[in-house]
């Protein structure tokens, strides 16, 4: 009775595996990170000339170095030195889909760190902004922005203010322009 039940259960099920292997697949899923939030700081990419003021009358220069290739399209990899060699840095920026939002994660040779969050709609006089989180209610408020943003350059600045009500004030003021004549591919 057994071995009946059987051939007929193996039977009933012919049809359906035929079924089953005509049936349409389904579609592929799209590659990780190919949406066009991945893409909203895709201007940052490529070899960048950094200027800017130290306040004491000097005028300081860096490079930095700002690739999508180090880990796939999902990943935005900078990497900041100072011509003196007194700042030598490194950040990882990724749209979070889950939070809706990229994050950065930077460190340096002078021990700084700072994890930070935000996008296009940050500031509405920018193109992208970042807000650092702070750890602690002491903490004071840290954002950069870039504006003025062409093919070929831009102002980053690095702002600060003591209190969420105060005004946000520039704290390093950095002028790009961009080392290669050849414009990021999207």
Known sequence: MRALHFALLTLACIPCAAVAQTSPTAPPQPPPCSTDEYRQLDFWVGEWIA???????????GK???????????VITEHFVADDGSLKGHSISMFFKPAGEWRQTWMDNQGGYFDLFGGPKLDPGSKFGLETYRRSEQAPFRRMLWQDVKPDSFTWRWQGRAKAEDEWKDQWVIHYTRAKSTVASK
């Open 51 to 61: 200027t800017w003021d130290n306040g004491n009358g000097t005028k300081g220069t």
């Open 64 to 74: 930095n170095r700002i690739t999508r290739d180090e880990y796939g399209n999902c």
